[in-house]
């Protein structure tokens, strides 16, 4: 599918660099206070950078994944915002 995810890369503070099949790219915050039940291990910070991509999904050793398509819309909608907004403008 168009949202399978190609690249991963960990940054701090539950933060995830994706880059999808179709080219999208962007970050994905994590919410420390949604990492609870089977999510919680990601707590820990070296276990959170282990992330790999499983069959186009985001995962961590212990069968631990993330939707892509949940990331896959949150990263469109903050491109979205990006192309909204326009180029910045010296407003002088």
């Known amino acids: 599918m168009y949202w399978d995810v190609v ?5 701090p503070c ?13 970050r994905v915050r994590l919410r420390p206070e949604e990492l ?17 991509i499983d069959y186009g999904a985001v995962a961590w050793p212990g ?10 819309a949150q990263v469109s909608s903050q491109r979205d915002e990006l192309q909204q907004a326009g180029p ?5």
């Open 7 to 11: 690249e991963v890369k960990p940054e």
């Open 14 to 26: 539950y933060c995830l660099f994706v880059r999808f099949k179709d080219g999208a790219a962007g």
């Open 36 to 52: 609870t039940g089977v999510l919680a291990p990601l707590r820990d910070e070296r276990f959170f950078e282990q992330v790999f």
């Open 63 to 72: 069968e631990i994944d993330l939707a892509p398509d949940a990331m896959y």
């Open 88 to 92: 910045a403008r010296d407003r002088r």
